[in-house]
């Protein structure tokens, strides 16, 4: 029996919450082939304010909580991707993956989201140090979250390159915005939806869609955001955000020259990126 | 129903002597309130969008009407000497921005505002006593809950007074308007306003205990006609403080007054409005029930302490266009 396809239109992804785009509108997320596959919600600036809003909210409860327990929730995400695996698979196929390779990219997505995880309660000893001072002091280094962090995710490799940004911003405790990739939306707000199911707490990662010109402008001057991960942004950007967001002197990190090889994006570092060094001096006893 | 214990003196709404029949007559051809019919003004007023120089206007009249408000009981004279600097410059980057109308604190901290605001500026707008333009208000007669005797509740009013308070904001005796006994809550606002002398009233009804909307109606006909300047919704320190429906009952209630007897009389939403979209929906409501005669920090204050911030947070965003975070602004 033939029946009406019942397409998804898909949602933003702001505060735990799946609200339609403030503005009402929607456009047409393709396939490889060009054909319609679903809607997704066309965030607008105003969207992104009140993402940032729930960000920001979300960011000292984050930071608060032990590495051992952000740790905890990353891995959960990881199991959450994983059982949702044929769905994640069947989204990364949109942009023209074979089936083998989106099997890949969904494992990968799901090992990085672990490996991640298991930094949590320990970048801090790595990253952090007792300085050696000459004076009676104990001086001691330790990384403290930048704050809320938007991710301008990369347009190509939809999930693996998105979890590569977003897992090192929030394992540190930032709460994160992220600007989808606009070409291949479909796997960021399935990913979304796994979060809502996987103890994030409301608005540690806030997703949005829609055409990212209407609003990286906004992410990169918005006084409120403390860092950009201009990973995904075209280079022909990069001027724009970097002078918009000298006003605030938030932090830019650029994207590495070429093409990412993103099956090897994960290091120690992509957190350090998006941490402060604290240093406290301590009088010792004697 | 209690028997006048005192003389009231004449009233020219209510006649050469109140007595308890001459109050509930005045209070029983008070019209009651429809219950949807507000929600639904209100609702409907508050979707309007103000935007660019528009928004801006309102912005900066929101700013002249405000009543920066500290009433807590860690207040210290330090802060309310900071807080002084704020209602004077809010925002000491820019220049174009008004300084709010009044600072609105308790009684024991009226003399460190009246020195604070009286340094800067010269003349006495808006009949202040203060050299700044802004205005002292203090909150008297026993606030919040105002449960205490009549002379110790207009002792309080006339010292605030003696110390430099040109704006006092009264609470009603709730108790005793529950409780039927209007010719009290009458007599104790035509107490105060005698013990205010020159000093302007504002008469605090706090709506959050008065149950119903026909009740909001009746009370604020009654501290009209008893001689208040100003009504006001809430106290800030009991939920649900002010509201659009309630604030819309009792902005009926001022034009019901003013077509009856001549007097204007101006109004104070106070508590939880803090945000500018928020503010911006009051005064919309405000325009379109009693016009722009209304749009005056004469006629109409808002009660508010985190209210300012949004407000210049919203000022600085149609002026750079870019989102602002509360970092950039004092922490009061």
């Known amino acids: 029996m033939s029946r009406l396809q019942v397409r998804k239109t898909y949602k933003l992804y702001i505060g735990g919450d799946f609200p339609r785009s403030e503005s009402g509108r929607t456009f047409p997320a393709l396939d490889h082939k060009g054909e319609v596959v679903a809607r997704m919600a066309a965030g607008t600036r105003k969207d992104l304010r009140m993402a940032v809003r729930a960000a920001r909210r979300a960011q000292p409860g984050w930071a ?12 959960r995400i990881a199991e959450m991707v994983e059982d949702r695996a044929e769905a994640f698979g069947a989204a990364v196929r949109l942009s023209g993956a074979g089936a083998a390779r989106a099997r890949r990219e969904v494992a990968r997505a799901v090992d990085r989201l672990v490996w991640y995880a298991g930094w949590a309660d320990k970048f801090a000893q790595v990253m952090g140090n007792l300085n050696p001072v000459s004076g009676p002091f104990f001086n001691i280094s330790v990384p403290e979250p930048t704050g809320v962090v938007g991710i301008i995710a990369a347009e190509e490799s939809p999930l693996l390159g998105l979890v590569s940004r977003v897992a090192p911003v929030i394992v540190s405790g930032n709460t994160t915005v992220v600007l989808a990739s606009e070409r291949w939306p479909s796997p960021s707000i399935t990913l979304a939806e796994a979060m809502a199911t996987a103890d994030v707490p409301d608005g540690v990662v806030n997703i949005l869609t829609g055409p990212k010109a209407g609003m990286v402008p906004f992410l990169a001057s918005h006084l409120d955001v403390n860092a950009v991960d201009a990973f995904g ?40 990126a998006f941490t402060e060094i604290k240093t406290v001096w301590h009088p010792k006893g004697l | 129903m209690s028997s006048p214990a005192t003389t009231t003196p004449a009233s020219p709404i209510l006649g050469p002597s109140v007595t308890p029949r001459t109050i509930d007559s005045f209070l029983r051809a008070v019209p009651s309130v429809d219950e949807v019919g507000v929600a639904e003004r209100a609702g409907a007023l508050a979707t309007r969008s103000v935007k660019r120089e528009s ?43 008004p300084s709010v109308a009044a600072l609105c604190v308790y009684p024991n901290m009226v003399p460190y ?155 104070k939403p106070a508590g939880g409005i803090s945000t500018a979209k928020v503010a911006i929906r009051y005064l919309v409501l405000l325009a379109e029930t009693l016009g722009s005669d209304w749009l005056t920090p004469d006629r109409f204050r808002f009660g508010a302490s985190s209210l300012l911030n949004d407000l210049l947070m919203q000022i600085r965003w149609l002026r750079e266009n870019r989102y602002q975070s509360p970092d950039y602004f004092t922490r009061d």
């Open chain 1, 233 to 272: 942004a075209e280079p022909a950007m990069l001027r724009d955000i970097e002078q918009e967001a000298a006003a605030g002197v938030k932090r830019v990190v650029r994207p590495p020259g070429g093409d990412i090889d993103w099956a090897e994006a994960q290091s120690p570092y992509a957190i350090a």
């Open chain 2, 113 to 267: 505002a009246v020195e604070a605001l009286a340094g800067a500026g010269a003349g006495t707008a808006n009949g202040t006593a203060t050299g700044s333009g802004v205005a002292v208000a203090s909150v008297a007669t026993y606030f919040p809950s105002g449960q205490a005797p009549l002379d110790i509740k207009t002792g309080e009013v006339a010292w605030a007074v003696a110390a430099g308070a040109t704006e006092i904001d009264m609470v009603i005796n709730r108790g005793a308007f529950l409780s039927g006994d209007h010719l009290r809550v009458h007599d104790e606002i035509v107490a105060v306003k005698e013990a205010c002398g020159p000093a302007h009233l504002k008469v605090i009804l706090e709506t959050g205990e008065l149950s119903t909307f026909d009740n909001v109606r009746r009370a604020s006909m009654l501290a009209m006609a008893a001689g208040a300047d100003f009504i006001k919704t809430s106290t800030g320190k009991v939920k649900p403080a002010a509201t659009l429906p309630v604030t819309l009952v009792m902005l009926e209630a001022i034009r019901d007054f003013h077509a009856a007897s001549g007097t204007a009389v101006g109004m």
């Open chain 1, 64 to 75: 608060a909580r032990t590495g051992y327990n952000r740790g905890q929730i990353l891995y």
């Open chain 2, 55 to 97: 928004k801006l206007a309102a912005l900066h009249l929101a700013i002249r009407m405000c009543d920066l408000t500290t009433l807590e009981g860690r207040d210290t004279p330090g802060k309310v000497i900071q807080l002084a600097s704020k209602a004077i410059r809010p925002d000491p980057t820019d220049p174009d921005i």
